[in-house]
């Protein structure tokens, strides 16, 4: 594994350019996927339990991404003969489709970039979720501990929430759209919210208005 220097990547930086073996063949990340959104999903190990329900969740959800101009991208560490292996066996005991690459990050190069390695194991990366926007901005980034697969209904959710909140230059509440207080309305800047209650033009609290969308 090459010793490079972790990085910590943060919301709003830029999706490092970096060629990447998969299970379908060489990469260059973000460039293959400009134009669109894409959810780079890491997991620790191959053939682990928790791991592969995760894979076999992202698969059974991946129209709903692709219909939100997404795809979809595994990675771990391990090499990828063994990720060939593994897809091939989930596929014919789950049968289910996992079509979608996963990268065999064998040097840890770009999990080293992303800050993605386990920092007391090194040999293995975080159960992470990275969202990236058509522009190669990093956008979401979520950590999940070994013990707990993710909810991938959530991914869907934050995804959908950052095209709405992107398209309509709002920002949107806790549980969105399904709040428990305004529903699916979205949420009023607190300085709009305030000039326009001072021209009597909006009623309620400057720091919590909220509107249809
Ligand atoms: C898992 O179940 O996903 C898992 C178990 C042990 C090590 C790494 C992953």
């Known amino acids: 594994m090459a010793k490079d220097k972790v990085t910590i990547r943060t919301i709003g930086s830029t999706f490092p350019k970096t060629e990447v073996k998969t299970s379908c063949g060489k990469l260059t990340l973000p460039d293959e996927y400009e134009g669109q959104w894409f959810v780079l999903f890491s997991h620790p190990a191959d053939y682990t339990p ?20 997404c795809e979809l991208i595994g990675l771990s560490l391990d090499e990828a003969h ?31 970039r ?6 007391s194991e ?21 950590f999940y501990p070994i013990e707990i ?5 959530e ?14 230059d709002v920002t949107l509440p806790a549980n969105w759209p399904d ?11 607190p300085d709009e919210a305030r000039e326009r209650d001072s021209k009597r033009q909006l009623h309620g609290d400057w720091w919590f208005c909220h509107r249809q969308l």
Do not use: Y
């Not at 697969?149 to 209904?153: K, T």
């Not at 709040?179 to 800047?189: F, S």
């Open 179 to 189: 709040n428990e207080l305004i529903g699916d309305d979205v949420m009023v800047d």
């Open 50 to 69: 928790v791991c592969t329900s995760e894979l076999i969740s992202f698969a059974n959800r991946r129209e709903e991404f692709n219909r939100l101009n």
């Open 122 to 142: 090194e040999a293995r990366t975080e159960r992470a979720t990275i969202i990236v926007d058509p522009e190669g901005t990093i956008r979401l980034i979520d």
């Open 149 to 153: 697969g993710r909810r991938v209904g």
């Open 82 to 112: 063994i990720h060939e292996e593994w897809l091939a066996d989930m596929e014919e005991k789950f049968e289910v489709n996992l079509d979608f690459p996963v990268i065999a990050d064998e040097e840890a190069e770009l999990a080293r």
């Open 155 to 168: 991914v869907l959710r934050a995804l959908d929430a950052l095209q709405v909140s992107d398209e309509n």
């Open 114 to 119: 992303l800050g993605l390695i386990h920092q």
